[in-house]
């Protein structure tokens, strides 16, 4: 039974810290996966302003954020500009795609694709992933196959913008089947992988579930002969959680799960369907994400893009 396994980096703290203990740890278990990078300022300490949403404020508090991501991130970005992720650590970027994972663009502001994405237009659209593939192309020395948005944040222009880049594939929403994505009644090219599972953040401080019994819940939620993609985040599985990943990749060994690269999942899974992107919500997720269109279990919004 495979697993895609997509981790996002979406912070200086994650790269630095989080990347190379995931890499040893995939080394120990001879798994390849997705690494999608944020390459640009780490501004994410300027999400703190959303504490005056109760929603957002009662997450925070369920997940025990300071422990769970670190003081350096929360407040990265408020008093100053933050790094450039890309250039101060693309070496470590770099070894990871020497050591065999597939290695995507995540984005190039983490913090103002999540913030801004609802009034950015196509120029400021193309503009931010065009500095995100750039400077990962430098780093790389060749560009980036595959994307995936900051926070399952996307629309119509998205999709279209993205079009202008050799992006193999996307995953941009949440959903149960590979598919490509429908703009204005004409199917696109690059096919969505959406992810399936649920994230620790989503999961852990609700309906009884705690870090003692979050291995066996996730490990429930694989369904065979379906498709199944899991995001971790180098923050949490790849620091803090490092050892409760362990557990899960240990657990799911012994059941003969194994864990590939979302592209991987193309040959297994080819995008059969097509459907559009709409905007839901999940239990547990403050806010809207984008859905594949046909997919049943989620509590899909009226919204225009």
């Not at 697993?3 to 890499?23: A, Y």
């Not at 957002?56 to 350096?72: P, V």
């Not at 065009?130 to 994307?147: A, K």
Request: charged content about 20%; hydrophobic content about 40%.
């Amino acid at each position: 039974m495979k697993v895609g396994l997509r981790i996002d980096v979406d912070t200086f703290r994650g790269t630095r810290l989080g990347v190379p203990n995931l890499c040893r740890l995939l080394e120990k278990y001879s798994i390849k996966a997705s690494f999608f990078f944020s390459v640009g300022p780490d501004n994410m300490g300027r999400h703190l302003w959303r504490l005056l949403r109760p929603t957002f404020f009662w997450k925070m508090l369920r997940t025990k954020a300071a422990n769970l991501y670190g003081w350096d991130i929360l407040l990265k970005g408020t008093l100053w500009p933050g790094p450039l992720i890309g250039k101060r650590l693309a070496g470590i970027i770099r070894a990871t795609a020497d050591a065999g994972h597939e290695i995507g663009l995540h984005a190039w502001d983490h913090h103002a694709w999540q913030a801004h994405i609802d009034n950015m237009d196509s120029e400021a659209i193309y503009d931010s992933l065009n500095r995100g593939v750039t400077l990962l192309t430098q780093i790389l020395g060749y560009p980036p196959d595959c994307s995936a948005v900051p926070g399952w944040k996307s629309n119509d222009l998205v999709l279209k913008e993205k079009s202008k880049f050799p992006f193999r594939y996307n995953s941009d929403c949440r959903g149960d089947s590979v598919f490509r994505p429908v703009v204005n009644g004409m199917e696109l090219n690059q096919p969505q992988i959406p992810v399936t599972l649920p994230t620790y953040d989503e999961l852990v401080g609700r309906n009884g579930i705690t870090n003692d019994n979050y291995n066996d819940y996730l490990l429930s939620q694989i369904i065979p002969n379906k498709l199944n993609v899991l995001t971790i985040h180098a923050e949490v599985e790849g620091i803090v959680f490092e050892k409760l990943f362990d557990d899960f990749l240990s657990i799911a060994h012994t059941r003969g799960i194994t864990f590939v690269p979302l592209g991987e999942l193309l040959e297994n899974h080819p995008p059969e369907k097509h459907a559009r992107i709409v905007t839901g919500e999940i239990p547990g997720r403050q806010g809207w994400v984008c859905c594949q269109s046909n997919l049943s279990c989620l509590s899909t919004k009226n919204r225009t893009f």
